[in-house]
Each structure stands twice: as C-alpha cells, then as structure tokens.
C-alpha cells in the first residue's frame, strides 16, 4: 500500500480569493473597450495639454502617466472588480504592461533629472550664459539734455496697463464695447520706430462674448486689434487694422499653441510674446527650447517661431538667424529665462560645494528687472547683489533680448528695491506708488529714475536717485512735479557736490525762452544777467534741432555757462569755431547754467569805454 503524500507547500494557508485568477465574461472583448477608452483619453488629453513628445520635457511624462493610468483605470471599471474581487487578479494582469511601461519612463526621468543636476553639472550651468564687462558710458547712451529723454520709457507696465484698458471703450465704434480685456500676460515692450511702446493683445471678456462675437455672425476673424502705448508720451491708441485670428486667448483650431503643437510635435514651447513689426502688422514670437545639460536641465532658447497673427503662417529662425535676418524682433529671449542663466553663472562659477558653503564670488540679480532701449534693441537689465546682502549692488546686468548678446557694469550703489522703497516713503503721506526703477545715464552718472503713481496707476510725479550716492534723491517739492522741473533738481543737487559730478547737462528742449522757474534763484538773482553782453574765448560749441528750429550753445571762457541762440536770430552763429573771441547779448535766463541770448558776434562788446562796466569780459 503506497503512503499517502500530503502537500505542505502552502505551509496550510488558505489561498485569497484575489489570488485565484478568474477572467470576467469576454475579456478579448473588454480588453479592446480598454483601449479604446485609453485611446479616447490619450487623444483628449493630448488635445488639451498639448505635451511635446520629447524626452526633455516634463509634460511628457506627465501625460503618459495619465494615459497609462487611463488604462489601467479602465480595465478595473470595465471588469467589475469594484464589486467582484475575484477579478482583482484578471486587472492586474492587464496592468503589466501599463506598469511596466511607467517604471520605465520613471526611471529615464529619475536618472536624467541627476545627470542634469547642479551637484553633478554645477560647471556646465555657469558656462550657459557668455558676459562681458563693459563701461557704463559704452553701453548706456548717455543723457546729456532733455531732449535725449524723447527715448527713454517714463512709465512701468502697470501704469501702460492702466492706459491699454482705458482705450478699449474706441470699440464702441464696432458696436464691440465690453467685449474686451487686455491680456497682459503677453505683453511686450518694443522698440518701435526708435521709441519706447508697450504692446497688448487682447482677449475676450469670457467664453460666452467669445462665443456670440466668434462664432454667430461674426463681422471679424477672431480679434479685431490690439493696444500699443508709448512709454514716453503715455499717449494709448487702439489698433483695429488687423483681424487676429490666432491667439493664446483663443480657443479650439484658433489656439496659437495648438495650432503650432500638431505642426511641431516634439519641439519644447518657451514663452510666447506679442509683437508687431515696423508696419504695424502683429506677430507671436514663440521661443523653441533646447536642453543643453543631461536630458532635462539647462533651458536654452535653440530659434524661435515667427507667426502671423492674422494668417497663422509660420517662419522658423535659428538663434543665429535671428542676428541677422530679423531685427525688428525686440524679445527672442524671455526675460524670466536670461535672469535664470544669469543666476547659474553668478550661483556655480566656483563650483557646486562653492554655492552652499563658502559662497565666494557668489552673487545673484537683484529683486526685480526691467528694460532699455539700447541702439535698435530692447535690453533687460537687473542689479547684481551678494548673497550676502540686498541692499547694495555689484553692478549691473545688461542683456540683449534679440541676440543675447550680455555686459557686466561693475559698480557699488544701492538696490532697485531699496532706491524704490526710499521714493515711497518720502511720498508716505501722499500714498505714492514708485514704479521698478529705470536706470538712466545722467551726463555719465548711473541713476534711478522713477514715475510715482497715484490711484489707478496714474503718473503723478517724478523722482531721481542717484545709484552710488543714495542720499542724493530728488522728490516733488509739490504735486505734479513734471519731467523737467525733476531733472533740473537733480542736475543742481548733482553739481552741488564737491567736486561737482555732472556738468554740461544742458535743457534743451521745451525750456527754450521760458521764464525763469521758482528754484531757479541763483541765475535769476545773478546781476550780471539782464541785458548785459559778455564777451569771452569760445571753449565749446553744441548744436541742437528743437521742433525744426536750429540752436546753438556757446560756452566761454572761465564761464561753466552756455549761452543759447536761435539760428534763425543771427545767420552767422554757425561761423564761429572753438577759440574765437565773441560776445553775446542777453535776452533772459533759462536756468542756473543755460542763458538765452539774442545776438552773438565776433570782437569785443560795441560799448562805449565809460560804460565797460556793464560788460563782463570773461576772457
């Protein structure tokens, strides 16, 4: 008789239900729902996010997950195992794959996120950015009077906001008032015909104006314009030439991101700017990201892709094309995106232990940036501070948002942030708002210039603070102080140092034959000044061009004074060179160091010996 064999494998445990695999009712069939279902969501998904298929990006992981889990999701529902847990087992089969799949991408993702880290590549980050140092003169155009501020932007953004969102009531004349918000978040700010602009798309109020202006019995395709503002006349117009018919606020085949997406399905998308080219005529300038450290770090813009707002075509430039074939481009580069480059250099340049230890030679930007325009380009500039400390400066980081093209100004002075904070307080009763800073080159000097708002953004006032001499700062002695009258203030305070910093700042502009201003004391006291002549050696001879009329500006010997007159006065000021003797006849003072005279000629003054008294022979 055979011995009875017993089987102790399962140690005597009872096996779970779970475990016992038991396929539902026509699984081949439950499985193509699955994927039909996966293939639903995955088109679905993908219609709306919009993922490159690129291993470099994020969002392609992220939508595999989701596509993956669809899956997986799926086969529970479809299966029953909510209510049935015998066919837990038959699901996870079905999640083999899925999971699989999953930990495969995790691990691709896990792996590239450490070769692409700053511990490991600490030298590659600080090598993405290329700077050089230059001199504050050389690379910000001086100010030397005040027709040279006709360039320079007087108010920030949200001041240009304010104004772009006051012009949107001229659609009434497209029976379209309402209809319309600014869409700030891609506004650009633009060199335009050599002036400083601000430009904003706009957008549909909400989906349902969208749908009954877009949809039924539309007059226009898609947007029927937009708003520039310039930022020195803070005159806003609202353009209604152009139809823009694709847009990052519109929806569906009109959504510039999607339309680009399905042409471009691996290209990583940058930041998405609005511009307009010497006509007029608007674009989209998209930036195309490339990953230049391990597989997903070291964002650098590779080209961008030019679009036509109205048309929807397409150009692609490299970033060096964009040097070249394409320079009314003002913002190829994302400012965001140069402030991180420049952070990796300032932050790894002594290594990656360097930045958390020692931090020696780290520095970093300072809180805030804004913009210049410098030649035909829009550079973004920021202050660079320690780590150490915020509120001074290293210097200042200028960069050209066409061809990246990158400066470092050395120098020592306070912080955007704090020149700002200072403005404010002064106006702490009045409840003043002092716009980001503009850094300004006042005959040689750096200087913060700033726009003090009131309620709703509106430009009450002006202030100046010079950047290495902080205490020097220039408030309103009153409200409504103007450009000029903040200039004049500045240049006095600035010559009254010892030794005095600015000197041949000259006004120029609207000041010609206009009386003598309260502060203006000493040239409207100084009794040498009335109808006098003054005769003396020339030592320097300007010239300027003011609402098509030409002046010229003589300055004497031992006279820090220019004495100004009109071409148009006396034919023979354009004669007289440096080293001649003349004399000039006083007609008023214009300020402390610029005196309006009507007549200029050669030799000394036709006075009567007696009467020499009344001359001043400065030479």
Request: charged letters at 20%; proline letters at 4%; hydrophobic letters at 40%.
């Amino acid at each position: 008789m055979d011995p009875i064999k017993v089987d102790f494998s399962d140690s005597g445990k009872k096996k779970s239900v779970k475990d016992v695999f038991i396929p539902p009712d026509r699984p081949a069939l439950r499985i193509v729902i699955n994927v039909i279902i996966t293939a639903v969501v995955a088109a679905a998904a993908y219609y709306f996010m919009l993922p490159p298929m690129n291993l470099g990006s994020y969002d392609f992981y992220i939508y595999w997950a989701i596509v993956l889990g669809a899956y997986v999701a799926s086969a529970f529902l479809t299966s029953g195992a909510a209510t049935k847990p015998e066919y837990v087992p038959f699901v996870k089969r079905q999640a083999v794959a899925p999971v699989a799949i999953a930990l495969v991408l995790g691990l691709i993702v896990g792996v590239g996120y450490l070769v692409s880290s700053p511990f490991f590549r600490a030298k590659d980050y600080a090598q993405v950015l290329d700077i050089d140092t230059a001199d504050f003169d050389d690379t910000v155009s001086a100010i030397n009077r005040m027709s040279d501020f006709d360039k320079v932007p007087l108010i920030d953004a949200a001041a240009a906001e304010a104004l772009a969102t006051k012009t949107l009531g001229d659609f009434s004349k497209l029976n379209l008032e309402s209809q319309f918000v600014v869409l700030t978040e891609d506004s650009t700010q633009i060199n335009y015909k050599g002036t400083p602009y601000r430009v904003y798309p706009l957008k549909y109020g909400n989906v349902f104006k969208w749908f009954t202006n877009s949809v039924i019995g539309a007059e226009h395709e898609g947007i029927p314009g937009y708003v520039r503002v310039n930022l020195n006349t803070q005159e806003a117009e609202l353009i209604t030439d152009y139809d823009i018919a694709y847009s990052t606020a519109e929806h569906f085949g009109e959504y510039l991101e999607r339309v680009l997406r399905f042409k471009y399905p691996t290209y990583i998308f940058g930041e998405i700017s609005f511009e307009i080219d010497e006509t007029g005529k608007p674009y989209w300038v998209v930036e195309h990201i490339k990953k230049t450290i391990g597989l997903v770090g070291g964002d650098e813009v590779q080209g961008i892709i030019l679009v036509d707002a109205e048309t929807g075509e397409d150009t692609y430039y490299t970033a060096e094309a964009m040097k070249t074939e394409i320079s009314w481009i003002d913002q190829a580069y994302d400012a965001d995106l140069l402030i991180r480059q420049y952070n990796w250099l300032g932050k790894y340049a002594g290594g990656f232990w360097n930045s958390i230890i020692a931090q020696s030679g780290v520095r970093q930007t300072s809180q805030g940036y804004s913009f210049l325009a410098i030649g035909d380009d829009v550079y973004l500039y920021t202050g660079v501070t320690s780590v150490t400390s915020d509120d001074s400066i290293l210097g200042f980081f200028f960069i050209n948002q066409r061809t990246k093209e990158a400066f470092f100004y050395s120098t020592t002075g306070t912080t955007e942030a704090k020149a700002q904070g200072s403005a404010e307080d002064k106006v702490s009763d009045k409840k003043w708002q002092a716009s980001f800073p503009i850094l300004l080159n006042i005959d040689g000097e750096a200087t913060y210039f700033m726009a003090l708002k009131g309620d709703s953004d509106l430009v009450k006032s002006y202030a100046m603070v010079n950047v290495k001499q902080a205490n020097v700062m220039v408030m309103p002695a009153n409200e409504n102080m103007d450009l000029t009258s903040c200039v004049k203030e500045y240049v006095s305070a600035m010559k009254s140092q010892t030794p005095p910093v600015i000197i041949d700042f000259i006004y120029d502009a609207a000041d010609i034959g206009a009386p003598v201003e309260d502060g203006d004391t000493d040239a409207a006291d100084d009794e040498s000044v009335g109808e006098s002549t003054f005769t003396g050696e020339i030592t320097d001879i300007r010239t300027a061009v003011i609402d098509g009329n030409t002046y010229y500006y003589f300055k004497l010997t031992g006279d820090d004074r220019y004495y100004v007159v009109e071409a148009s006065l006396n034919n023979e000021a354009a004669l007289f060179n440096v080293g001649e003797t003349v004399t000039v006849t006083v007609i008023q003072p214009i300020t402390e160091n610029l005196i309006g005279a009507s007549d200029i000629y050669a030799g000394e003054a036709e006075t009567p010996a007696e009467d020499a008294t009344a001359t001043d022979t400065n030479g």
